[in-house]
């Protein structure tokens, strides 16, 4: 374990926490979390997850605009659930990057588990967006991701990391209970 594997681990704790809490600084850190572990994920050859550190810089501006812009109420974003429609065509768009990424990791680099680390990507990209749009179906997505991230970094000797994805799995299953409480009180408020 590098130093820099253990800052970065340090940057996740902190943003998925505040991501739970709602609190916007959660798009800056995780965009310094993610530039770090781009490099770690070169290191051992996880390209797919590289390539996700990547798209995750960017997911993390968006996430930070659309927490922080302003509506009519001058708040950012509320939670709020997914249609199933749209839950679906998300898993499908998921399964096609999936496909499409590891055939390409598979075929045209000496990815180690090409295949895996490509699926995580795809399907971490859909539970990204929900998140950044402040959807509850994130989390329970995020759940099933982290355990098998965690596998796939003890099987690359990444243990801090797979640590670190063991605790967003504990931090995730908090998530997915805060935003649905805060889901059913603005509901409730709206109701009144």
């Known amino acids: ?13 902190t943003a998925v926490w505040l991501t739970v809490k709602q609190n916007r600084w959660c798009w800056p850190i995780g965009l310094v979390m993610v530039l770090i572990y781009t490099w770690v994920f070169f290191d051992v050859k996880l390209y797919s997850n590289m390539l996700l550190q990547v798209v995750y810089a960017v997911s993390q501006v968006y996430g930070w605009w659309q927490w922080t812009r302003r ?7 509320q939670v709020s659930y997914l249609a199933t429609s ?7 768009i998921g399964a096609l990057v999936s496909v499409a990424l590891g055939a390409t990791m598979g075929h045209f680099t000496d990815a180690a588990q090409p295949w895996l680390d490509a699926t995580l990507t795809g399907f971490s990209l859909v539970a990204q967006v929900w998140m950044a749009q402040k959807r509850v179906q994130c989390w329970p997505l995020w759940i099933l991701l982290d355990v098998i991230f965690v596998g796939l970094f003890i099987y690359k000797e990444l243990y801090l990391t797979a640590s670190l994805y063991a605790l967003f799995m504990l931090i995730a ?20």
Do not use: H
């Open 71 to 77: 509506g009519q109420a001058r708040q950012g974003r």
């Open 1 to 13: 374990m590098s130093g820099l594997e253990w800052f970065a681990a340090a940057l996740g704790v």
């Open 173 to 192: 299953v908090e998530g997915w209970r805060e935003w649905r409480n805060d889901l059913s009180l603005t509901q409730e408020r709206v109701a009144r």
């Open 86 to 92: 749209s839950v679906v065509l998300s898993l499908v």
